[in-house]
């Protein structure tokens, strides 16, 4: 499928998950009381370390990116299981800062080199040092979190890596890709970390960044992949 027609399917399903807001399931459909216990990050040190260095950046968009960012780590998590203690918890919540930061560092609609970028400029400024292979998988997270198929690359951490692209299309599609994500984890995540308009900021961004230019706009097609 050509990225235009991944771009095209992205935008009927944040289109019909709008319609069920208020609830993340199709038809208000609850399955909140199936007392799973769930690993829930409502907020990672490290996440928001590096999140704050792009505040000022981000602006009024801060709380629903941050919020987004904590739902695909806890979407992550729940994929990686027990193989991702805190390391590569902590390493996956640095990854996510910056897998859409230059939608507002860089203004940038094809986002993805860029925002590898910025982080390769800034992985090492808090409290973690990265090695040379954690750093590999962070740039794969941030490269490959659309791509719609299992990643599989020679080097970096292929678990992290597929984990975290499947936590963001769950979120990105309000649970409607979800890649087998239980419908009762989703559902206590949107109630527990709120949506906050996240998905209206993203609907906005070709308009915002690039307003006089349809061109400019379509360049986020780049960053889809089978």
């Known amino acids: 499928m050509p990225a235009r027609g991944n771009l095209f399917y992205l935008y009927i399903t944040i289109s019909i998950a709008i319609f069920v807001q208020r609830n993340p399931l199709l038809f208000g459909r609850s399955v909140i009381d199936d007392n799973t216990d769930h690993t829930i990050y409502t907020t990672n040190s490290v996440l928001d370390y590096h999140l704050n260095i792009f505040r000022q950046d981000i602006g009024n968009d801060f709380e629903p990116y941050r919020n987004h960012c904590l739902r695909v780590l806890t979407f992550a998590k729940h994929h990686c299981g027990d193989y991702c203690k805190e390391r590569e918890v902590n390493l996956m919540a640095m990854a996510l800062v910056y897998h ?15 925002s590898a970028k910025q982080m390769q400029a800034h992985a090492n400024d808090g409290d973690e040092y990265w090695t040379e292979e954690e750093m590999v998988t ?11 198929t299992e990643w599989k690359g020679d080097r970096g951490d292929g678990r992290l890596v597929n984990s975290v692209r499947k936590g963001d299309w769950a979120d990105a599609t309000f649970g409607l ?3 087998g994500l239980p419908a009762s984890l989703l559902e206590d995540v949107y109630r527990r970390i709120p949506e906050s308009g ?11 960044l690039s307003p006089h230019s349809i061109r400019g706009q379509l360049a986020v097609l780049n960053i889809f992949k089978l």
């Open 100 to 114: 859409d930061v230059a939608l507002w560092s860089d203004k940038q609609m094809n986002y993805l080199e860029p």
């Open 138 to 148: 962070a740039h794969e997270i941030v490269m490959q979190h659309h791509k719609l």
């Open 177 to 179: 890709i979800r890649y």
């Open 198 to 208: 996240f998905h209206m900021v993203l609907a906005g961004m070709g308009g915002r």
